[in-house]
């Protein structure tokens, strides 16, 4: 059998996988724990207004970037860790 020698178009991106994620009805995987990170991880989960939830994502979609690693960002920021005294 030859080859035709045609390459399959690349495949898009689906709007709707967009459209599902930022309406919380489908989410991307997300990795256990920050890459480079040893230290075990606890999950914590709590509530947001469905409005503060879909501005939150977008923005972090837009930007490129993890929700969870912009919020692990802001409470390292709120609570730092201490420095070992010495």
Do not use: Y
């Amino acid at each position: 059998m030859a080859k035709s020698g045609l390459i399959p178009a690349k495949p898009q991106p689906s709007s709707v996988a967009a459209d599902e994620w930022v309406n919380g009805t489908g989410a991307p995987a997300e990795p256990a724990a920050e890459k480079g990170s040893a230290e075990p991880t606890s999950r914590i989960t709590f509530d947001l207004p469905k409005s503060l939830h879909r501005r939150v994502m977008v923005d972090c979609t837009m930007k490129g970037v993890r929700m969870a690693s912009v919020l692990r960002q802001m409470i390292e920021e709120r609570w730092p860790a201490e420095s070992p005294k010495g």
